[in-house]
């Protein structure tokens, strides 16, 4: 079974320019999830889609971050324009959906390591 | 709000022995699930253990095992005969069900030869 995969792996871009990331969920998982980590921070979860639906999006950070998830396959995180603060390193997690408060195991990828300069 | 505290921001073991990472965490739910992630260097992050608030039997996976004091709200890792293949970034997490995890700030840990 392959395992959830983030592209690109690394980018740097200057401040002002546009910048998407891509994250494949394993195959069957409806659940996906966005989080991101900044230097010496913890990991902080950004939105959470199931399916095609954005479940919750409590922590995009403002309008600048934009995400997609057409057809409840693939996602794509897009920050337009790029400023500094949004370097850190972009984790994607996917799990499958059950019914109740059965939590399934949530399945990183590689994470993308944005640099804004 | 819920948080998840990682008080040790390095730690180092000798190879073949044992060695326990802290994590603390706060929350008024009393159904939850706690996990320990890895991320070595430059690789993916796994999952390492995970322990269901409800059960009272701390969960163990081979060398891995976890104390889990849920009235001090409290879940350590305890590593035992580390190998140089644990060398790694630990994350502890938390969650309530089919939510997003909330992290640590993690636990970077050498292991030496």
């Known amino acids: 079974e392959a395992g959830v995969t983030q592209f690109p792996s690394h980018s740097v871009i200057e401040k002002g320019q546009t910048v998407t990331l891509r994250c494949d969920p394993i195959?069957?998982?409806?659940?996906l999830y966005w989080y991101r980590r900044v230097m010496g921070k913890e990991i902080k979860f950004l939105l959470h889609f199931v399916k095609e639906s954005k479940q919750d999006e409590s922590g995009m950070p403002n309008n600048r971050f934009l995400a997609e998830r057409t057809g409840g396959t693939y996602s794509t995180l897009k920050v337009q324009p790029a400023e500094l603060e949004d370097s850190g390193v972009y984790f994607c997690?996917?799990?499958?959906?059950?019914?109740?408060?059965?939590?399934?195991?949530?399945?990183f990828g590689p994470g993308t390591r944005l640099l804004v300069l | 709000a819920q948080t998840v505290t990682q008080s040790q921001p390095e730690m180092s073991v000798q190879e073949a022995e044992t060695v326990t990472l802290s994590c603390t965490y706060d929350t008024s739910e009393s159904d939850y699930y706690l996990f320990w992630y890895k991320q070595p260097p430059s690789r993916q992050m796994i999952l390492v253990i995970r322990q269901e608030a409800y059960k009272q039997q701390n969960a163990t996976e081979n060398r891995f095992s976890v104390n889990f004091q849920k009235a001090a709200k409290s879940f350590s890792l305890k590593i035992s005969d580390s190998q140089l293949g644990d060398a790694a970034m630990y994350f502890c997490?938390?969650?309530?069900?089919?939510?997003?995890?909330?992290f640590g700030k993690g636990t970077r840990l050498s292991v030496i030869a």
């Open positions: 997690a996917s799990s499958r959906l059950t019914g109740g408060l059965n939590q399934e195991t949530q399945y």
């Open positions: 997490a938390y969650n309530a069900g089919n939510t997003p995890l909330v």
């Open positions: 195959s069957g998982h409806d659940n």
